[in-house]
């Protein structure tokens, strides 16, 4: 009777070693499947995951730097600046302003004042062209797409891909094509228009 007790506390014994023994073991394949699950639904659930949003209620000012394209006498390099205030993640509203700070005259101009010069030089007083002098915007942004990537294995972008729309107010003014020449007043004027557009912006940070 006293053996069958010594062998039967041992047996108890053994079992609670090895229950023991195995409860980290099991606790930790048990942590492993989490992960492993989770890492799944990582991996299966949206592109953007703890994304950055850094745009809502947010203001954002800018320099901007541009020139005019397909101007037929005189090409403007402008420079200027947008202040920006994002109403949510998608929608904002935009105004800037660009002022030109030189000038560049096409050939055509020049072969005009070329040939004013050798067959008509007394209407050369009287020849003038338009530039735009500055031009004013307010617009509306909106995002349709963002997201982030990583560059090198190593640095998270985060970027998105923005789209502007809005009116324009454009001053334009007359310069005499010669020293001490006229300027045709109709050539200063103040002219609405349209803006269409888009860009990328990338937060390094």
């Not at 070693?17 to 639904?41: D, G, H, M, Y």
């Not at 703890?50 to 394209?69: D, I, M, Q, V």
């Not at 000038?103 to 050798?118: A, F, G, K, P």
């Amino acid at each position: 009777m006293a053996s069958r007790s010594v062998l039967s506390l041992s047996a108890f014994c053994l079992a609670l070693t090895t229950l023991s023994l195995a409860t980290p073991e099991r606790a930790f394949a048990q942590e492993a499947e989490v992960n492993a699950q989770k890492s799944a639904i990582d991996e299966g659930g949206e592109q953007v995951r703890r994304k950055l949003l850094y745009r809502s209620t947010r203001f954002e000012a800018a320099p901007s730097f541009g020139f005019t394209l397909g101007d037929t006498f005189t090409q403007n390099i402008m420079v200027g600046a947008n202040l920006a205030f994002h109403l949510t993640t998608e929608l904002g509203l935009q105004a800037a302003f660009h002022y030109g700070i030189f000038r560049l005259h096409t050939s055509l101009r020049q072969n005009v004042i070329d040939t004013l010069e050798t067959r008509a030089p007394a209407r050369l007083n009287e020849l003038s062209f338009s530039s735009i002098q500055w031009i004013g915007e307010l617009v509306a942004t909106y995002v349709p797409l963002f997201g982030k990537f990583s560059l090198m294995n190593g640095l998270i972008l985060n970027y998105d891909v923005h789209l502007i729309g809005g009116v324009a107010f454009i001053n334009q003014v007359g310069e005499a094509a010669a020293d001490g020449g006229q300027v045709n007043p109709i050539l200063n004027s103040l002219s609405p228009g349209a803006v269409f557009g888009g860009g990328v912006r990338l937060f390094l940070a």
